[in-house]
């Protein structure tokens, strides 16, 4: 009892989990609609507005261009025998061609993510196959993927078109096998799943 009024196990345990089709939520139920993350992709580090300060920060975080910075800045403080410029020209050419190397690598990424996001793919919106981009998948579309198509988000298959009813899936892009796989999650799903349209 104690669990439950501090919040470590749920009151209302069930073995299915209610799956809303199209998002067609319950309208005078008590269903408290949630907020999902979006599917857009992002594996770029930057933008515009933080490349500077979030790479100079990582920059500095290496103990080799740290070291460097701090005597470059004693030597600014204090009057020493060798010049300053001897130890901040070297250190800014580093500093200034790693950011440009790490800019366009992630200029490169952005651009990925563009084309992964943009995607086109059908869902079935309002009763009707609809196109749409990658992007704008939501939690509880059915997504139709035809053979040899990249998955563009988590999916749960609902049908196949093969007489035996079942798919193969390669997952080349994720651990670089080629081989197809049966999916053992589909035979091993625990609990049962309810749809609702």
Not at 5 to 22: C, E, K, M, N
Not at 100 to 121: M, T
Not at 138 to 162: C, H, Q
Request: glycine content about 6%.
């Amino acid at each position: 009892m104690v669990s439950v009024w501090l919040g470590f196990d749920p009151p209302h345990q069930s073995d299915t989990r209610t799956v809303y089709i199209a998002n067609r939520f319950p309208q005078h139920g008590h269903y408290v609609p949630q907020r999902f993350a979006d599917n857009r992709i992002i594996s770029s580090k930057y933008t515009v507005w933080n490349f500077v300060p979030k790479n100079l920060f990582e920059q500095f975080r290496r103990i080799a261009n740290f070291y460097f910075l701090i005597i470059f800045l004693v030597q600014l403080m204090i009057d020493t025998p060798t010049s300053p410029v001897t130890s901040g020209l070297p250190l800014f050419f580093v500093i200034t061609v790693t950011a440009i190397k790490q800019g366009y690598e992630d200029w490169l990424r952005h651009k990925a993510d563009n084309e992964v996001n943009g995607a086109p793919v059908f869902v079935v919106r309002s009763g009707s196959l609809v196109q749409t981009r990658s992007k704008n998948i939501r939690v509880g579309d059915i997504v139709r993927v035809a053979k040899d198509e990249t998955f563009p988000v988590d999916l749960v298959l609902l049908s196949s078109d093969r007489a035996e009813g079942t798919c193969h899936i390669t997952t080349t892009s994720l651990d670089g096998e080629t081989n197809l796989k049966f999916p053992s999650w589909l035979l091993s799903m625990q609990g049962s799943v309810e749809f609702h349209s």
